[in-house]
């Protein structure tokens, strides 16, 4: 069975940083398309970051500069390093992994920032 499992949300002051992990049990994380999206009240679901299974990484332009994504494979592990976090970045993140013919998602971590 499938699972990807969030962790690493919170509240934290505008400026601050968190680090989202998402580790996979059932899947691996290598050679396939990976990456973090987020969903804020009232809105759809938006990728904010991914990697590509050429290792290509896509960020949303309002992330650019701020915003990490990278994945430990001996761990399973992807992780979202983000920094400069502003109040606009509050939202339910999500991680997720696409196969040929499938697709998992986590069940999501809150992330809010305070002005």
């Known amino acids: 069975q499938a699972q990807l499992v969030e962790s690493g949300g919170g509240l934290v002051q505008a400026g601050g940083s968190l680090r989202l992990s998402c580790a996979a049990s059932?899947?691996?994380?290598?050679?396939?398309?990976i990456g973090w999206y987020r969903q804020a009240p009232g809105k759809a679901r938006e990728p904010v970051a991914r990697i590509f299974s050429g290792e290509t990484t896509v960020y949303a332009d309002s992330v650019k500069g701020r915003f990490t994504i990278s994945r430990d494979n001996a761990k399973n592990t992807m992780y979202l390093q983000m920094n400069s976090l502003k109040p606009e970045d509050t939202a339910v993140y999500y991680c997720?992994?696409?196969?040929?013919?499938?697709?998992?998602w986590g069940q999501g971590t809150q992330v809010t920032v305070s002005s």
């Open positions: 997720n992994a696409q196969y040929p013919g499938a697709m998992y």
């Open positions: 059932g899947i691996r994380f290598s050679g396939n398309l």
